[in-house]
Structures are given as C-alpha cells and as structure tokens.
C-alpha cells in the first residue's frame, strides 16, 4: 500500500454471501459489484479464476510458495492502528499471522487454510519467504525466521535474524526476502530510516535520509552516514546477504519506496518505486552500485530542493540530469507500485517467458514488460497485463457514479505458483492503503491465471533424489528451485555432470541456472563455467562473470581483462561495476579499455564507468586528457560526458572555458554549469560567482541559480555568502516585542489582547503564535482573541495551521458529500475555482504550481467521493514529504513549511513557493505537524455547489 496526498471515506465494500460484514455504512448508493463477480481483463490466450478469498486469510499483503504448491500469505490486519482504530476495524490482538493455503482436491481453488504463525512481534508484515523449512518474514525493524523442523506446520523456533530497520508499521519499510541464483538472500527497504543494521560478522550498515514521517514512530532520520564500507548510502536500499546472515551488501540506493526486488536467474535486479507527485512512478532494471535518485546524494534534501529551472517533475524527482544517478526507466505515472515477478516458466506459453510483472494497487493493474537490452540497459515496453479496467489505465475517467466498484481491485503482490500459473494477491479497498483503511472487514482475495483450456498441476518432486532436485532446480517458483539448489551444491563435484546438461536447455533462464551452480560445485564446476566466458549469448557470459566473480574472487582482474573489449556494452558494463572497489593501479588499463567502448550516448554505460571511478576521478582524469584535446571547447561529446559524470576539481577551468564560448550551444553550456555545480571545492564557489556577471544571459541566469542553491548546502563554509536581509530581522524584533507584551500577565489583559491581535494578523506575528501554543507557553485568556484574528491571516501557512491550537469562528459548519456528489456541476466554474484557489499549489496539465503534488493524473486514482474527502479533510491524509514542519531560530524567528533539506543548513519551502535557509546551528526547536498546510473549503469560502464544480474539473481529462 502507498500513501496518497488526497485520500478517501467512501462506503465499506460487498462480500460474498458467506462472508459476514457490517450493515451500518456510512452511506448507502445503489447495487455495487460484489467481489466474486469481478471480471478481470487479461489477453485472450489466458483465464483468470478466484483461487481463494476470506475468511481463508484477510489483507494479503506478500506471498510466497513452497515446493507443495501451497501459497504462504503474511497479513496486515492490524494496519496502522494508530491511524484505523482497532475497535473499528478487523483486529487480531495476539498479533497477525502468517497464514498457509492449500487446494488439496486440485480443482484449482484453495480448500484448505491453516494459521502458521501468529505472533504480536507481526505488526503489518510486508514480506515472506518459504526457504527449505524456514519461513522468513520482513515486519520492520527486523527480518524474523521461523524455522519447522519437523514439517509439522508449526514454527519450532523464532530468530530474530536481522534487526535494526527503519519503518515500524509503515509502508516504506522492510520488504520480502528471495533466495537468488547465487544461493544468497536479496530484500529491499523502504525510505522510512534510518537502518543501523549489524549483520552475524559484526559489519554495520549505517544508512538514513532526511525522511520522517507517515507514522508516529518515524520520527529520526539522518542523511550523510557512513557505513563500515566507507560508502554513504541513503534512502531506499537493495540488500544482499548470506544465508548465514553475514556478508550484508548494499547493492544499490536511494529509492523512495521498491516495494519489493526481483532476481532472475542471471542476476538481474527488478523493481519498481513509487512516487510522493501522481505522475512519477516507475519501473527499471538496477545496476549495481547504483544511485536511484530520490534524494540528493547524501540524503539530506529532498528532490524538491534540488529541482533546477527548466526541469519538469519526473526529471527533478529522479535526478535525471545529475552525475551518478542511473536511469529512472519506465515512467508508469500514476499509481502505487507493489510487488514485481519475473515470469521464467514455460506453462504459460513461450510468448510470456522473461516477462516482468509489476503490481500497481493505485492503477488496479499488473503492468507487464518484455525487457529489451539496449547498450548497457534495458528497453522497458509497458502493457497492462492483468487489469479490472475495461478502459485503458492512463486514459481513465471517473464518470458521475459515487464509486465503481472495479477500483477496489488492489493487487498486492504477484507471485509464479510451483505449478507455472501466476498468483495475484488483491487487498481490496477503497483507497491503497496509506493513512487509512476503508475496508473494515479486511476482506481480500488472490486470483490464478492459467491458459484457457489447461489444467495445471503442481509437479511432485522428490527432493530425495538428484532427477528431483534438477526439477525442483528447474521450478518456475523462484524459491522452490533454490531446495534444489541447496542440495545439488551438497553434492560438490558429484553434481557438475547433472548440472552440466542444463546447459542444453531449450529455456535459457535454466542455463542460467546451472551456470550459477556449478561455480559453486569446486573446481570441475568453475572451469566448466570459466569455459562460458566465451558463450555466444552475452546473457550467458554475464551470468558466467558474475558467477565467478563470487566464487573466485581472487581471479576477478583476469576475468575482467578477458571481457573489457566484449562486444557487448551490457558484458562490458559488467565488469566496470564490478572493478568499483579495486585500486585504480591495478585496474588503469581495463578502465582504458572500458572507455574506449563509451559511444557517448549510452547513460547506464556511462555511470557504469563513474561507478568503477568513484573516489577515484582525480586521479584517472589525467589519463582521460591524453586522448583528448587540449582545448576543452573542442571536446567530443565522449570526453564532455565523461568529464561530466567524473567532475573533478582539476577540470573547474576547463568547465569555466567551456562555460563563457559562444561557439558552443545553450544545452553544451548548461552542461558546464551543472558540472561545475557538482564539485564541492572553493574554485569551483568562485567560479560559479564569477559566472554570474556574464555577458551570455543563458550562463549568468543559470550561474545565479546555482550560487542561490549551493550556497546552503555543499558550498556552505568554502564562500562568506550575505548575511539575512535586514528587513527581515526588523520584522522579527517588532513581532518579538508585541510577544513580550502579549504574554507578560503583569501587564494589562486590554495591551495583552491588542498586541496578540496585532500579532495574529501579521504573517511573522502568527507564526510566532502558533510556535507558543505548540510549546504550550501561550496563555489561555488569548486563545479566544486570536482565534477571532488569526484565520484572516495574509499566509495561508498560519491559517493553515492555526487550526491546531485554536478554534476557527464557525468551525461547526459541516459539508456533506452526499449533498455535493447530487448537485449538478459545472466544469467551467470548476475550472475558475481551480486558477483561482488551486494553482497556486497544485499543476494540473500545465497550468499551477510545483508545491504541492501534481493533480493531472488525479482522476485515474479516485472517485468523486475519494477526491471530496480529500478537499473538506486534507489532513486526513498527508502525501510522504509534505508534512509541514515549525522551525523556530535563537534570534526568534519562525519559519513553516515542507522541509526539503536538512543537514549543516536546513530549507523550508512555504505554501509561497519561497525556500527558507536556515542554518542548523540557529535552531532552537523544531516540530512536526500533522495538518495539512492545504486550507479546508471553509476556510477558502468554498460552497457545496464551489466543490462540486472543483471536483468535476478535477476528475475530467486535462486538456493543456
């Protein structure tokens, strides 16, 4: 599930008749849809059919299967009880399980459900893996293994195996584990940190982020920590780690929220990410090593502080035109990505073999690709493959219903059964989760799709023998094909011959396999895979070289010297991520030769290359000047990109040069600017400054920008940038005396009230009010003579907020949607109303402003009710990042805003669009609100008839 800036109160869902649900809705509207009789859309060749639904379990949110067949489902019942009030909702209170079901007749529907575990440690899990006999769930803050010894069913023993993660009953947390081709355990985390994680060798990762929020219990995080690889890792991270739990490894970093990682059998990493705007999600393909690019690179900031003129919101929110942030992929908009599979069986049909599948609960769809590689990368296509819409997911409409009942198809997780059919996990809501639960009864359900006209069995295999283990080897449920795995390693050099045939496999991905088994069957294996490094398929030979990169680590420049002139940019790129930790010394000339294979073009080779140079730019970036020309307004494209991605200090002056020539193009000077803007060294300050003053309007524009952002955050302490304007502080020091005033009990109450009022009616004023009453220092005879002042504030921050601390005159007023949704509405005064109320936070197509999260997409995600709950309650449910923050300085100033950066400074930006830079070392308090700075209709003198006339605009299709 994902948090939405707007949410919605709509009625509670129809069960099936068996199924026992509460009568007393909060409204009634005609006849929806049950359940039961939801037809799902997929492509023709292939059925979909309920396999099971509650009371077998309730809200599905991962599952696994086992080499039976069987499908393992973690629960999360008791959701954000902080949040759904347990007495209101489903509630488990000796805490949720993790449930096992079974079709034990083969009909191809679960018959049978069994209670593995329930346990009060279990708040919200989001992962489960069924690995041998253990059972391994991800319910921050650690990963728990219950372990059955006895195939009884029946966990024998509880490990807290790791422990240490962020995100305690909250989304952006920790995520399922899989056991990978390698033998190794992969999982991913969300953003909600920090994750200060010691694995079973005692190595500590130490990585965090400027993100709080989303529940009461994330409330520290810090960017710019070091873990005990010397790397600063932020945000969301890919993980990897022995089954033994030692060996922790970041793969890659800085998502927001990967609900879930993908590992096909020759080692690529899937996943998607989803977004805090409604037009940013994403799927891709990860490098290793990779920086995804949610936060900046330290994760001090969000991606709104660092939001450059020019760049539209997907570029901006990913980093996209930042050195050494990797390809964002493919931008599926609006939505709330959940778990991703990849389909390697053959059951389906061979026209869906390597399909990626990705869950997205907000879009009710599973969206799927074909892969393409394209240079370093991959080509990602997307269809909607398995969807409850009739109508295309990016052109759907809400039509004038108050529900359809179609949106509250909310798929999970995705999973390949033992049997080869795939197996869909729908939470079923209202809303996606987030902040509130619709859905008191915690109803869910999971989907089969096979072929039409098939049946599909789940082979019996028999782990006893070796033609078993090559089957269960060969089982498209990616953890069922590790037990065998498990026992052909056992085996050593018996198995190399066995394994060895795999390699003749008409389905590549066993190939794959079998090259990643036998590198761990001793010698005999790893010559015969040593052998692979030549393979004609550049698959197969990546599969090779990361397979021996593990199993002979000690050969690994030999290795990577055989394949630095592969002829496949993919192999290439391979070696340069892998190469990322070796002295340049002894990798210079392979780093040559990778070089010499960049075309200038290709952005994941590229970063591959600043991959295998990271900390080491300075250094190589003399060797990269022998082949270039001297004159650095000549560069080929191949050495301006390369310079770019590398930024050393030594090339400030060639970055100046290339700055101020006319002979070049506006975007060729761009790219000067932002290198430039990317080194940390006093030159690089004085330069920027010096830039400023040229004649080239294009450079002195963007040079201002770039001195106005730097200078609070990484050029802080290399200038002495100007003090606070002084009109700033005169503001402050009237205010501050009027407080005097207002709160000294020795003075009058008639000069007390007259300096409160005179307070609430000035920006600086209110927020300085609001700042007492938060701390609980303004006196209670004021409240009633602010209260009358305070809501006519020119900021709308403090009207905003002012609601916390004091009652708003007419606050008894109360809007009913049932009345609005029945009133006719005219989309051309909702449109006015949107200009004239709206945009000054919100774009929609491309009109409105960057603050609050972009609403042209906002029509795919909600109904009419969903939508006008979210304008009469907006704090009912606050978009990640955009909770508002008080800051409070010494000198007594108060600032409010959404906090984008945080560390030797902190930036506020306020509901104006202005950023406020404050330094950290000037904070005397800070505070975390749960209101929304979006003001309520009331507030804004909105009517029924305003809202329905807003929402209509709203729901219709942008036309700019």
Known sequence: MRYLFLVSLLTLPFVPANFSRKTDLIWSFSAPVPPDSLELILPDDLQATLWAESPLFYNPTNMDVDSKGRIWVTEAV????????????????QGDRVMILEDTDGDGKADKSK?????????????????????????????????????????????????????FDHDHSLHSVIAGPDGNWYF????????????????NLRSGSIYTGGTPYNTKNQGNQKSDDGKTWVGGLALRVGKDGKGLQVLAHNFRNAYELAVDSYGNMWQNDNDDQVVTCRVTWLMEGGNAGYFSADGTRFWQADKRPGQDIFTAHWHQEDPGVIPAGDNSGAGSPTGVAVYEGDALGAQYRGMLLSADAGRNVIFGYKPEAKGAGYQLNRTNFITSLKESTENYVWNDKVTDMRKWFRPSDVAVGADGAIYVADWYDAVV????MHDKEGYGRIFRITPKNQVLQTPKIDLSTTKGQIDALKNPAINVRN?????????????????????????????????????????????????????????????????LRQARPEQMLSYSSTLATDVSAAVRREVAVALRDVPLEKKQAIVAELVKGYDGEDRWYLEALGITLQDQESAYYPELLKNADTDPV???????????????????????????????????RKQALVSLGFIKDKSSAEVMVELTKSELSDVSEQAYWWVKFRKSNDWLDLVNWEETL????????????????AVDLSKPKTSREEAAAQMAKDKTGGQMLISLAAEKKLPDDLKEIISNAIFSNPDQTVRVLAGDYFTKPGAAKTLSIKQISSLQPDITKGKLLFQNNCASCHKRGKTGGEIGPDLSQIHKKFDKTALLDAIINPSAGLAFGYEPWLIKTKKGSSFYGFLIADDATVVLRDVSGQQHVIKAADVESRKQFSTSLMPDPLAMGLTEKDLADLAQFLLSMPQE
Not at 188 to 203: E, F, Q
Not at 634 to 646: A, C, F, I, Q
Request: with cysteine.
């Open 78 to 93: 008791n959701y954000r009880d902080f949040n759904n009030k347990p007495a209101e909702h489903l509630s488990h209170p």
């Open 115 to 167: 209670m593995f575990v329930q346990d009060k440690d279990l708040v919200a899990p989001l992962g489960i893996a069924v690995i041998g006999n253990q059972v391994i769930v991800s319910c921050a803050p650690s990963l728990i293994i219950y372990t059955d010894t006895n195939g009884d069913d029946t966990p024998d023993k509880k490990e807290v195996f790791l422990t240490g993660f962020g995100g």
């Open 188 to 203: 991913n985390t969300g953003n909600a940190g920090p994750h200060l994680v010691t694995d079973k060798a005692g190595w």
């Open 433 to 436: 989760g987030g902040h509130q």
């Open 483 to 547: 037990a065998g795995f498990v026992m052909l390693q056992a085996k050593g050099a018996k198995a190399v011959k066995p394994v060895k045939k795999l390699l003749e496999s008409e389905n590549p991905y066993y190939q794959a396999r079998a090259v990643w088994l036998l590198s761990k069957l001793g010698d005999k294996g790893v010559k015969e895979v040593e052998k692979l490094l030549t393979h004609p398929t550049a698959d197969i030979r990546i599969t090779a070289f990361r397979a």
């Open 634 to 668: 000549k560069w080929d494209k191949k050495t301006t990109n390369l310079v770019w991605r590398l930024h050393p200090v030594a090339s400030v002056d060639a970055w100046k040069k290339r700055a101020n020539a006319t002979e070049l193009s506006p975007e060729q």
């Open 726 to 741: 002084p009109d700033e502080l005169l503001a402050t020091r009237e205010m501050m005396q009027l407080q005097a005033q």
